[in-house]
């Protein structure tokens, strides 16, 4: 890839189709389900040059994040547990937090940013969204970025 290179994250039903077929044909690669890269493209449909002309362009989200620093960025009801509430999602499923900077509540939310390493997570990113947008307390969670 070129020095200046530029990353989008873009939901996968909007990639044109030989796209997803590539993260997936390299899925199939990492977990041994082929070990050749002709089998795993009959598996997934494409041709091996597609394969080719993509593999080093195309990663699933949860791979480019993967033992990166990962700020995360909550709007938190101002009630008791809220905050504890989210950090014991973190250490349920192995984030290994560096930093976490809350803002004094205004009008019952407060404003929290937790820095967390990704390497070790039990479940992908998208699973851990999930869980903390479920918990009572959380009125927002974003991924900032790292």
Same mark, same amino acid.
């Given at each position: 890839?070129?020095?200046?290179?530029?990353?989008?994250?873009?939901?996968?039903?909007?990639?044109?189709?030989?796209?997803?077929?590539?993260?997936?044909?390299?899925?199939?690669?990492?977990?041994?389900?082929?070990?050749?890269?002709?089998?795993?493209?009959?598996?997934?449909?494409?041709?091996?040059?597609?394969?080719?002309?993509?593999?080093?362009?195309?990663?699933?989200?949860? =791979?480019?994040?993967?033992?990166?620093?990962?700020?995360?960025?909550?709007?938190?009801?101002?009630?008791?547990?809220?905050?504890?509430?989210?950090?014991?999602?973190? =250490?349920?499923?192995?984030?290994?937090?560096?930093?976490i900077n809350?803002?004094?509540?205004?009008?019952?939310?407060?404003?929290?940013?937790?820095?967390?390493e990704t390497?070790?997570?039990?479940? =992908?990113?998208?699973?851990?969204?999930?869980?903390?947008?479920?918990?009572?307390?959380?009125?927002?969670?974003?991924?900032?970025?790292?």
């Amino acid at each position: 890839m070129a020095k200046d290179s530029k990353y989008y994250i873009v939901e996968a039903s909007a990639l044109p189709e030989v796209f997803v077929k590539v993260a997936e044909t390299k899925r199939i690669l990492a977990t041994g389900e082929a070990s050749t890269v002709n089998e795993a493209t009959k598996i997934t449909g494409i041709s091996r040059s597609a394969f080719y002309k993509y593999r080093d362009a195309v990663l699933p989200f949860q =791979s480019l994040m993967t033992g990166r620093l990962i700020t995360f960025q909550f709007r938190l009801l101002d009630e008791p547990g809220a905050l504890n509430a989210i950090l014991s999602l973190f =250490s349920q499923h192995k984030g290994n937090l560096m930093t976490i900077n809350s803002t004094i509540p205004t009008n019952g939310v407060a404003l929290v940013t937790v820095s967390a390493e990704t390497g070790g997570l039990t479940v =992908s990113l998208e699973e851990l969204m999930h869980l903390f947008h479920s918990t009572p307390g959380v009125v927002s969670a974003e991924i900032m970025m790292g």
